[in-house]
């Protein structure tokens, strides 16, 4: 069976009780179980594919949450570690009236960095596996390592591997240590997931065109380009374009909207028969893209990444309208 692989980090989020207040005034805060990856594990599991979380996570509370949580979803933990050296990393939201975020984040280090290479070892890799990783973990840390092991071993084996830039600045040292980063890993990935927010930044290019074109570098075959409630776009390496329009909806927490979105596209093809997810995407692109988008602005209109996320059967049934 195909499966997702998703790898970096998992954490618990503190979502604020109040909109539009700078995160200092914020008196209240709910908590939800988030990271990029984790996020992207959870989706793709509840609209009905097959996730591993690779991880590690803090021996404490928050670690168990985020462990009862995805277990409970169906997200499979049997490459997630825990340790005593480090807590489960923390990330603390403040949000605007129309839903967007700021963030700040406690994890110096944080149990998810301490993830080693050598963690990877025991992971068994097809052909059928899809690799899904961000930005976050290649901090220069033990993850980064590991990120390395694991593309190299689905490289091997003729897997997919999927990246997200999804830049989150504060967790850096400089925007050049960012950028450097990202641009390490962007060849090794055959399909590339960039907003319109972090497009400019990571090429250098303002030129939208221009910027798409430079993102085929190395192994990039497919470049997705959101565009938050204006859709997304598939770019081919051949010039094959798909455009499809978003859904309008009444946002009120954005926390999590990409990654839903690249979990919903990752479920499809997961629990697809085909087994070249270039000419998957090609073939299907529109229909993806459809149901993709419908998938991340439903979670913009309710708090909270994993806790927003609707089923297969609720996607479905809307799409049939």
Known sequence: MKRLLAIGEALIDFIPNTTDSKLKDVEGFSRQVGGAPCNVAC???KLGGNAEMITRLGDDAFGDLIVET????????????RTTEANTALAFVSLTKDGERDFSFYRKPSADMLFKAQDVEDIDVTENDILHFCSVDLVESPMKQAHKALIEKVQKAGGTIVFDP???LPLWESEADCKNAIHEFLPLANVVKISDEELSFVTGLKDEEKAIQWLFQGNVQVVIYTKGPEGAVLFFKDGTVI????????????TGAGDAFIGALISRLVTSEKTDVIQQLKEEGESILTFSNYVAATVTTKYGAIDSLPDLKEVNEALIK
């Not at 995805?70 to 570690?81: C, H, P, R, S």
């Open 243 to 254: 455009d499809k329009k978003g859904v309008k909806v009444k946002a009120v927490d954005t």
């Open 166 to 168: 999804n830049v989150r």
């Open 43 to 45: 989706t793709t599991t």
């Open 70 to 81: 995805i277990e409970a979803i169906g997200v499979k933990t049997n490459y997630l570690k």
